[in-house]
């Protein structure tokens, strides 16, 4: 079903809603890379966690023993608008984590069928 998850193949980049499913059952690990206050302002993806864009590479960074995240399972991350995500997935994949999916943003998490919840 969620094809995109097997490692080894070259697969097209999952959909939103493929990705909500797959968060949902959790085969994917969300983050969210937003400041508290916007998280404060609109809530988050239901099951994210939340790791700020200026603080990811020192929280995920499996190097360190304070990493909040480790690599191993597929990571789908989103901001506002999708620009942050972008360079908060560039991060991740020089930190060893794949594969790495920007979704874009919160509203397309809510279009793709992803719940929200108070952060």
Not at 93 to 105: F, S
């Amino acid at each position: 079903m969620f094809s995109f998850l097997r490692r080894g193949k070259k697969a097209a980049s999952p959909s939103t809603a493929e990705l909500a499913q797959a968060a949902a059952r959790g085969e994917i690990l969300l983050v969210d890379v937003r400041e508290a206050q916007e998280l404060a302002q609109t809530g988050k993806a239901k099951g994210a966690l939340h790791l700020p864009l200026g603080q990811i590479a020192a929280l995920a960074d499996p190097s360190l023993p304070g990493a909040l995240i480790r690599p191993g399972k597929p990571v789908a991350v989103y901001c506002v608008m999708g620009a942050r995500s972008a360079k908060a997935a560039e991060v991740l994949r020089r930190l060893g984590y794949d594969p790495v999916w920007n979704l874009g943003g919160l509203k397309d998490w809510i279009a793709g069928g992803g719940q929200v919840e108070s952060a």
